[in-house]
């Protein structure tokens, strides 16, 4: 019985692969025909588009009965002998066009019932209503403006499979109009940004993307030959050392939006290349990126969404109220049980690792132990947006320490969703230090930690010159934009993220 129908499901789908082959070909020839015909589309430069079928839909008042032009996709279409309708989809939706023959002329009529489905036509006509009542355009004209030679997905199954809608981003923005709206959406979520920024009198600016050292993270860097100058550099994995360059200039509030990539793994939070922002701000501290991060999240949100609770999944995050703060060390005790700042030392850190079952390696620290708790232990429950405050300042190694407890550093994570959304400190603004922390660095390199940062020479010079104390701060826009769109995936609001290449799947 199960060959039966194995053998049965292959004869679908050879018969299915044979009718899309067809159908390819009759695509074809009709361009053909069009081209001999003298009606070649893409020979068509420009088309005047004066109106969007959202526009008309909501503004039908004062619409009805005036000439527009649209332009836009076949989505639909019955021919039905003297008058045919289709559905044209644009930019902002879809709205059905009326096409009679004694309206476009007997041959004009003749080639739009020979268009097809993902064709891109332009119709020039009257707003109205039809008698069932839907807001329509009664074509006065049809211009074929571009032949689609592909076959779009089954309008009813539409576009389900990940791996294709990921990898034929186009095609997915055509078959599901909520990906349309995502996109939407995390554009007017960065322009909300800016403007809240710009408002707040920051400057925004562009660094290097190709540098000689990628510091800033704990990150793998991709590496690359610059053949000009006969060099090896790096794409940045961080904004960091330069915006802090520009604030030594006198520069006292700058942030970029760009492009960073680190050389690390797939999975729903990370993607190697992804949207990255930071800010810095003289003369302020952590306290200060804290407040202007809870302002910015609700005004983003409000601007963008209309309101500051917004669902994710199951949850209602509430982003109106003041956020929850705790320290590092809290928040481990709170769901742990375990209160490091009891803990002796590494020692003692390890033996409680141990008896959770938690993996660390041997270069690890007390202060290492501790977030790796936090990462285990903490960070899930952590739904509502909470300000995590004051790690251990060995995995912080651009931070100022608490003058009050040096093992400690001024800086905070915000989660929201059992995911960390930013990243900030009081920034360390000690060249002395500095080139201790750098020194750190590299010994954990030695010992095979890839991710260890290394020393920058001219950035350590700028320090020497003077940086007054400044706040700064690395937001992840692609986890925000996740957030408010109710995103569970950071490639479902990436246009084009990152795939293996067709192929290599198996290998």
Do not use: C, S
């Given at each position: 019985m199960a060959n039966q129908q194995n053998n049965q499901s292959q004869e679908n789908?050879?018969?299915?692969?044979?009718?899309?082959?067809?159908?390819?070909?009759?695509?074809?020839?009709?361009?053909?025909?069009?081209?001999?015909?003298?009606?070649?589309?893409?020979?068509i430069t420009r088309y005047d588009v004066t109106a969007h079928s959202r526009d008309i839909k909501e503004n039908f008042g004062q619409m009805e009965g005036i000439q527009v032009s649209v332009a836009g996709r076949i989505m639909q279409k019955r021919v039905m002998g003297k008058a045919s309708f289709c559905n044209i989809q644009d930019l902002k939706g879809n709205i059905q066009s009326y096409v009679a023959r004694d309206s476009v002329g007997e041959e004009a009529y003749a080639d739009f019932k020979k268009y097809d489905v993902g064709d891109i036509v332009g119709i020039s006509g009257e707003v109205f209503r039809t008698k069932t009542g839907e807001i329509s355009i009664h074509a006065a004209s049809v211009t074929l403006l571009a032949k689609s030679l592909q076959v779009l997905p089954e309008k009813?199954?539409?576009?389900?499979?990940?791996?294709?809608?990921?990898?034929?981003?186009?095609?997915?923005?055509i078959m599901n109009e909520e990906v349309k709206e995502t996109f939407v959406k995390r554009s007017k979520i960065i322009s909300a940004i800016r403007r809240y920024l710009d408002g707040q009198g920051f400057m925004e600016v562009e660094t290097p993307m190709l540098v000689s050292n990628a510091g800033g993270a704990a990150a793998r860097p991709f590496e690359t030959h610059f053949n000009a100058l006969d060099e090896d550099v790096k794409l940045r994995i961080s904004l960091e050392l330069y915006l802090k360059r520009l604030i030594v200039g006198g520069m006292e509030r700058v942030y970029e939006i760009g492009r960073v990539f680190r050389n690390e793994g797939l999975d729903t939070r990370h993607n190697p290349e992804f949207t990255l922002m930071e800010l810095y701000q003289a003369y302020t501290d952590y306290n200060g990126m804290m407040d202007l991060t809870e302002n910015m999240f609700r005004y983003v949100a409000q601007e963008v969404c209309g309101t500051t609770?917004?669902?994710?999944?199951?949850?209602?995050?509430?982003?109106?109220?003041?956020?929850?703060?705790?320290?590092?060390?809290?928040?481990?005790?709170?769901?742990?049980?375990?209160?490091?700042?009891?803990?002796?030392?590494?020692?003692?850190?390890?033996?409680?690792?141990?008896?959770?079952?938690?993996?660390?390696?041997?270069?690890?620290?007390?202060g290492d132990i501790l977030n790796l708790f936090f990462e285990e232990f903490v960070e899930e429950h952590l739904v509502q947006p909470t300000f995590v405050m004051d790690h251990p300042v060995e995995i912080s190694p651009l931070t100022?320490?608490?003058?009050?407890?040096?093992?400690?550093?001024?800086?905070?994570?915000?989660?929201?969703?059992?995911?960390?959304m930013c990243n900030a400190y009081s920034e360390l603004n000690d060249p002395i230090d500095q080139r201790e922390r750098?020194?750190?660095?590299?010994?954990?390199?030695a010992?095979?930690?890839?991710?260890?940062?290394?020393?920058?020479?001219?950035?350590?010079?700028?320090?020497?010159?003077?940086?007054?104390?400044?706040?700064?701060?690395?937001?992840?826009?692609?986890?925000?934009?996740?957030?408010?769109t109710d995103s569970p995936a950071i490639r479902d609001v990436l246009l084009f993220p990152t795939m293996k290449t067709l192929g290599k799947e198996s290998q």
């Open positions: 789908n050879v018969r299915q692969e044979q009718d899309i082959n067809q159908l390819l070909k009759v695509k074809r020839e009709k361009l053909t025909a069009l081209q001999e015909a003298g009606k070649d589309p893409f020979q009813y199954h539409g576009l389900t499979n990940t791996d294709i809608r990921y990898r034929q981003r186009y095609t997915d923005l609770t917004v669902p994710y999944g199951e949850h209602m995050i509430d982003l109106g109220t003041p956020f929850e703060r705790m320290t590092m060390i809290d928040a481990v005790k709170k769901y742990t049980g375990i209160d490091f700042g009891q803990v002796a030392d590494t020692e003692a850190a390890k033996k409680l690792a141990d008896e959770k079952g938690l993996h660390y390696e041997t270069r690890h620290t007390k100022k320490k608490k003058p009050d407890k040096p093992e400690y550093v001024e800086r905070f994570e915000l989660f929201i969703t059992g995911r960390e750098f020194k750190a660095q590299e010994a954990l390199f010992q095979g930690d890839e991710e260890a940062n290394h020393t920058d020479e001219d950035f350590l010079n700028a320090l020497e010159i003077g940086m007054p104390p400044t706040g700064g701060i690395g937001y992840g826009i692609d986890r925000l934009v996740m957030l408010l």
